[in-house]
């Protein structure tokens, strides 16, 4: 039973991908619709891919509401955080300013069992969520980003970086990112991110900094 319970699942979402080719068609957004307010992470997860993909901006009230539904379930309902990160990833795409939803995936971590204890599988969510949040514009943005700096995951922090040097922000993220690469990480791809987002914000005013830290750190 279970084995034809997944099998009726990969057709499902090998369906919902085959909407790629003619996704304004009718018939292909009301499959998407319905998908994207299923109850199966996987399957809301794939329509939400689809959307980011052909950037459905009529989408979004169901984008959201689908964010909403997920962040509410237990982790095992959505393994990998897929369905949250979907919608989310979505959103972004479309350049929607839902700042209540991009505000609630930069804060949420969500545990699973894993090798050697629990395993945070949002991790991609927050920064999506960081970067989302710098896009639309809103306005403690930094804020938040400056929080995903210190997050425990190094990926996490590793798109805080980069949502720095995206947000153009001298003011803010010149100090925020020589404050990071001197306070240093254990991760050499986040202290890269801080060196490479201060020559994108000030290249000028940045790169004797970087050509002596990368000197003192040899």
């Not at 499959?31 to 329509?47: D, E, F, H, V």
Request: charged share 20%; hydrophobic share 50%.
């Amino acid at each position: 039973l279970m084995a034809k319970s997944q099998k009726g699942l990969s057709e499902q979402i090998a369906a919902l991908n085959a909407l790629r080719e003619q996704p304004e068609a009718p018939e292909a957004q009301a499959a998407l619709r319905k998908a994207l307010g299923a109850t199966r992470a996987p399957l809301s997860a794939a329509a939400a891919n689809v959307i980011a993909e052909a950037e459905l901006s009529q989408f979004e009230a169901a984008l959201l509401a689908a964010f909403d539904y997920w962040t509410e379930q237990p982790a095992k309902a959505d393994p990998g955080a897929a369905a949250k990160t979907a919608a989310v990833r979505a959103l972004y795409r479309l350049g929607a300013r839902t700042h209540g939803a991009y505000l609630r995936g930069v804060r949420f971590v969500q545990l699973e069992p894993g090798w050697g204890g629990a395993q945070d599988t949002a991790v991609e969510l927050r920064g999506l969520s960081a970067l989302a949040l710098v896009r639309t514009g809103y306005f403690d943005a930094l804020v938040e980003v400056a929080e995903l700096l210190a997050d425990p995951e190094p990926m996490a922090r590793l798109a805080a970086a980069q949502a720095v040097a995206y947000s153009e922000r001298q003011d803010v993220g010149v100090p925020l990112l020589r404050f990071k690469a001197r306070l240093g990480d254990a991760d050499p791809r986040v202290l890269a991110a801080c060196l490479t987002g201060l020559l994108s914000l000030a290249p000028d005013s940045s790169l004797g900094f970087v050509e002596g830290f990368v000197d003192e750190t040899k």
